[in-house]
């Protein structure tokens, strides 16, 4: 299932001005939501200059051409999160702006500085945690109907996350394939850019503070939320550890049938689509 790469130019347009308390009554959840899309447009240009650097070694056409795929895709991704970002910032949080560079400046050093293979283990850390968690959160078929844009977004952005999942795993294991050193660096990154998004949320919410609740309206809450959300964290667990064992691989990923099916609503969505390498089958 899900095994061709579509790149796919998607017509999404966001408000001049976004609430960034998207999810009505939520901060919390807002603003970790928020975080992660401000991480995108830093990150993944990072992992597009990972695998360019990378394409000269690679050899072999089926993971080359993944290779291409996943360029291409990625770069629709962050084009995507900066235009939805632009709408975030005009709500008002001057601190985002010091956070974003110290970010930015992190992953230009980590392409001058850092040693290929610790690019490309970097890359593979972080689509190993966000293919499993996705797999996750959306299946088995994703979020439902009359979504609003943003979240048509995420899905979008999710089901090609699913559809390129190997190809980090096949260019690192090609390029150096070492399963320590993967698994030392893979799990630093996901340190690295899951404590930038806490950090992240967690100044929006120095200046955008939930307002306070009364006893009542606090157990209200907890009732309505906590249940839903402890049982997601404890069913993600099993796929997020799996991520680590040395027999782990993304080729063995079973997509359910639904990713599928929201692959070709968002095909019919898109502006334009395009298999850049009928080869980039590398599943
Ligand atoms: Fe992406
Ligand atoms: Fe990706």
Redo the contacts with the bound molecule.
Sequence with gaps: MLDTITVRQMPFEFPDEIDPVFIEGNHERSFAFIAGSLL?PHL?PY?IRSMKAAQKHVTDPVVRDGLKAFVA??GQ??RIHQKFNESIRRAGFPGLEALEKELSDDYHRFSRSRSLRFNLAYAEGFEAL?MNAIKRIMEPNGFGEDLPMYMQMIEW?FV??LE?RTVAFDVYEHVCGSYPYRLVVGTWAQWHFTSWIRRAAKYMMSVRPPPKLDAEEKAERKRASRLPEASRVRDMLPGLLHIYLPSYTPHDAEIAPGMEALAEKYSEMAIKTSDPSPAARSV
């Design positions: 995108l993944e992992l895709q990625e991704h962050y966000t952005h090609e996350e390129h």
